[in-house]
Structures are given as structure tokens and as C-alpha cells.
């Protein structure tokens, strides 16, 4: 090849300078490529990062549910067993109103009978037995359920003291029935 009249001499020198500028081209492209990469590890890191940060908050309110799923699944119960309560209760108001008026006449004297006592100690098992599976719920509730549910025990308690104390004097007196 023949530039500027010589063979080798310009042409040679042209040639260095075309290969030299496209050294430099490529190193110029090679760098921002580098530094390019460099910054699309740090936007990748960091969005690793955020994204651990979602999970971790997924997590938790996954959790968050899964306990909230469970308290209201044990809310449910309490609620049936509460509503089962409503018609026990009226049923054991019934029973203990005439036994109420009974006691409080003193003109009549105080009769009880023993299927007066019979029944209201029948109504009292059963509202124990509904308000037994009501401890998980109050356990579950903290300290208000779990005072709730000594109020209510020691309500049936006191009624079941009542109920076997009428009793005994039922037995010791000749009353009718």
C-alpha cells in the first residue's frame, strides 16, 4: 500500500493512529461499560435489599393473620357458647323464680321442693358444661377474659353452693314433695 507517495512510511503512521483511536474508542466504551456495571450492581444490591425488607413485613403479617385467623376462630366459639348461655339462663330465671318468691313469703313458709331443687341443679350442670370450653376463649383474651370467667365460675359457684344447701334442709325437714 502506497499513502502520500512512500511505500510504508505514512501509511504505516495512519494506521497506528486509526488503531490507537480505536484502542482509545474501546477503552473509552470499555470504561462507561464498567462503571455502567458498576452501578447496576449497586441498584441490584440495594433492590435485594428492599426486597428482604417486603419479606420480612410479609412475614410478620402473615403471622399477624394467621394469629388474628385463630383468635377470631376461638371468638366463634366463645360467641356460641355465650348464645347457648342466653336460653340455659332463662330457663335456670324460671326456675329459681318460684323457689325466689317461695323463700322471700313469710306467710307460706319456705317450700322447696326436691324436683324444684332437682331442676335447677340440672340447669346449673348444664351452664357449667357451656361455659367450660369458654376458658380457652378467656385464656385467650388475657386477664379480662380470664376475670370474666372467674366471675361467671364463681357465680355458678355460689348458685351450686345455694342448691346443695337447700338441699340439705329440704332432707332434714318434712316438706312436701
Known sequence: MVFFGRPG??????LALIAVAVLGLFSIVIFN?????????????T??????????????????????????????????SIRALGPLLAELHHAITPVAGSLSSTARGAQITSEQ???????????????????DS?????????DLLAVIEGLIADL????????TINQMLPLPG
Not at 9 to 14: E, F, L, N
Open 9 to 14: 512510511g505514512p501509511a504505516r503512521t495512519v
Open 33 to 45: 461499560l464498567n462503571r455502567s456495571l458498576d452501578n447496576q450492581q449497586r441498584v441490584n444490591a
Open 47 to 80: 433492590s435485594v435489599g428492599i426486597s428482604e425488607s417486603f419479606l420480612d413485613v410479609n412475614d410478620q403479617l402473615t403471622a399477624e393473620l394467621g394469629e388474628l385467623t385463630q383468635l377470631t376462630g376461638t371468638v366463634e366459639s366463645a360467641l356460641e
Open 117 to 135: 331443687l332437682a331442676v335447677i341443679a340440672h340447669i346449673l350442670g348444664e351452664v357449667h358444661n357451656v361455659i367450660l370450653p369458654l376458658v
Open 138 to 146: 378467656a385464656q385467650a383474651f388475657g386477664q379480662q377474659g380470664e
Open 160 to 167: 351450686q353452693s345455694a342448691v346443695e344447701s337447700a338441699a
